[in-house]
């Protein structure tokens, strides 16, 4: 085996990488701080009308009849400030973050970094029913991005960097530092390396021990002790919970899109879409005042069960309602902070009829299975329930419900709620990961050994018959020397070339001396990334020790033998024991 082959193709750059984004993790923790105070802020000037960066929940407004007309002024700004400044603050972030990193080699507009946390204040300070996490997850992304975009670094490193930030962000908003990390490989790293690992996790780290004393300590939503082990009981109608939180994540993602197909019918400029959805924000607020804004406090009560029935309905049915409305009109907001508050709104209802294991059990559970379900994110929703509310016994129900619905919302649904924006784009992502087939078959397994060798000594026209005739399918033949020894190669082309030319020669005059070639000790993947660097199909095989030693040929055609073993493995079923063979064994034991 070569010995530079190893588990993981990681080098030392990835110190200075996280050096980076430790630096971005205290960065962000600033910004995440500066959203919420803007977000504070001008919920005072729109609600209260007073210049404060006190926290002040909008339902307790006294605005009267007038609150309709704070959400539609809130939109026309965001509309204005969409069209005349930047189009990507529309949305909820992390679609965007995924697009600047797929189509766009993580480079993101500065003055996104500026225009998106403002607009998502102005947003939410308004009245509207979404979360900080994704703006400040874009944010944070932002900054990362530009911080790369001023070294001399590869797009790679770009990503990691942008993620990062990413992570830190909803690091430093939710103090929840590893579902962070977590929620940045299920959805916007697209690898599972240590190159990105190391860093990204540092920077969620340096932004968790800086929220602690910039913003607060954790949990943002302590609740209850519970029970450990619940039960074969308790475990079914976690399942029942799963599939119905699964059901309810489909009707969350169908509903926004619904509103925004309705909202693409208009005939007006999508500039004004924002304030045709701050009209329903302040119906539904007018109707329902705990609808308004982030609902962190909604949130905190549910768990607690310190609301009643006519709260919990209107949470599922009002902030659902505007929610996708709003959403679906392109403004600015979160995902996170809603999908928990119609989660655990579902959950309430639940503990009305479901069994008893303590205050918040069910909220918790459904929760966790929305978010799950939704953003097809189940590690991260687990996770993230267990740090928002430090309670770690309710490891095992999140789990069931969670993959339950999980389970439910990826045979039912081709994409998520935040994959689907990005498809209505133009561009296809999938959220699959495997192990390349490339990495783990050699070169020895597919290369070709029965070839036709050239003598340098040959004359060119001496070929004439056999390339006429078309005799060998060979593209690329080797040129070696009666002794064995590989002395280059020459291709087909210069051979009919030479012929056509008519002109008098020996093969040996025509060969490449000096060839790329492919060693039977490597894996595929290095000999494909070597076919792309040099503009090769073909390679010959020659023994790493020995360089002269010709041991066969690789060709693109034969990386497809690696596929298709792939392929056969996904389709082809069979039976590889028998009855029968357990019966032979039992009674070969009895004779011994």
Request: glycine share 10%; proline share 5%.
């Amino acid at each position: 085996m070569h010995p530079e082959l190893g588990d993981f193709t990681t080098d030392t750059r990835t110190l200075v990488i996280s050096l980076i984004a430790i630096g971005l993790g205290g960065l962000s923790t600033i910004l995440a701080l500066v959203l919420l105070k803007l977000i504070d802020f001008f919920t005072n000037v729109f609600f209260f009308h007073t210049f404060d960066l006190a926290h002040r929940s909008p339902a307790s407004h006294a605005l009267g009849l007038w609150v309709v007309f704070v959400p539609i002024v809130g939109g026309l700004i965001i509309g204005f400030m969409a069209r005349y400044g930047s189009e990507r603050i529309r949305g909820h972030g992390i679609p965007e973050a995924i697009e600047a990193i797929l189509l766009n080699g993580s480079r993101v507009e500065p003055k996104l970094a500026v225009l998106k946390p403002l607009s998502a204040a102005i947003s939410i300070g308004s009245g509207g029913p979404f979360g900080a996490e994704g703006p400040i997850i874009m944010t944070g992304g932002a900054f990362g991005s530009m911080a790369a975009q001023f070294l001399h670094l590869t797009s790679t490193e770009r990503k990691t960097l942008l993620v990062a930030g990413a992570a830190a962000g909803m690091s430093a908003t939710f103090a929840a530092p590893a579902a962070a990390v977590l929620l940045a490989f299920e959805l916007l790293l697209f690898e599972w390396k240590p190159r990105s690992i190391v860093p990204v996790a540092l920077a969620s780290i340096t932004a968790a021990i800086c929220r602690h004393y910039w913003i607060g300590p954790g949990p943002l939503f302590p609740t209850a002790t519970h029970e450990a082990f619940i039960g074969a009981q308790g475990a079914a109608f976690c399942v029942l919970g799963g599939v119905l939180g699964g059901l309810l994540s489909a009707g969350l993602t169908a509903s926004v899109y619904f509103f925004e197909d309705a909202f693409q019918r208009l005939p007006i400029h999508w500039m004004w879409w924002p304030a045709i959805g701050g009209l329903f924000i302040g119906l539904g607020g007018l109707y329902f005042p705990e609808a308004f804004g982030v609902g962190y406090s909604t949130i905190g009560a549910v768990l607690q069960a310190n609301v009643g029935l006519s709260v919990l309905i209107g949470v599922l049915v009002v902030k659902w309602l505007i929610w996708a409305i709003a959403l679906g009109s392109g403004t600015s907001g979160g995902v996170l902070a809603p999908l928990l508050m119609i989660g655990g709104a579902l959950g309430g209802l639940e503990s009305i009829v479901f069994p008893g294991y303590g205050v918040g059990f069910w909220p918790m559970v459904s929760m966790a299975a929305v978010l799950g379900g939704t953003m097809r994110s189940p590690f991260t929703a687990i996770l993230f329930a267990l740090e928002l509310t430090h309670e770690f016994n309710m490891l095992f129900p999140l789990m069931v419900a969670v993959f339950v619905s999980y389970a439910l919302t990826v045979l039912t649904m081709k994409r998520s709620i935040l994959t689907e924006k990005v498809s209505r784009r133009g561009f296809h992502l999938t959220r699959e990961y495997a192990v390349d087939p490339l990495e783990i078959i050699f070169v020895r397994e597919v290369m070709r050994t029965r070839l036709v060798a050239l003598s340098p000594w040959l004359a060119a026209k001496d070929l004439k018959p056999m390339q006429r005739h078309g005799r060998y399918p060979q593209r690329l033949f080797p040129v070696v020397s009666e002794a064995g020894v590989f002395e280059g190669i020459v291709t087909e082309k210069q051979i009919l070339e030479f012929q056509h030319e008519e002109r008098t020669g020996q093969i040996g005059a025509l060969a490449n001396r000096t060839p790329v070639v492919a060693f039977p000790d490597e894996p595929l993947r290095a000999v494909v990334y070597r076919m792309a660097e040099h503009g090769l199909t073909r390679l010959p095989v020659v023994e790493r020790e020995d360089p002269a030693k010709l041991v066969g040929l690789v060709s693109l055609r034969d990386m497809l033998k690696a596929r298709f073993r792939t392929l056969r493995e996904e389709r082809h079923r069979e039976r590889t024991l028998r009855v029968r063979q357990f019966l032979r064994l039992g009674v070969n034991a009895k004779s011994a």
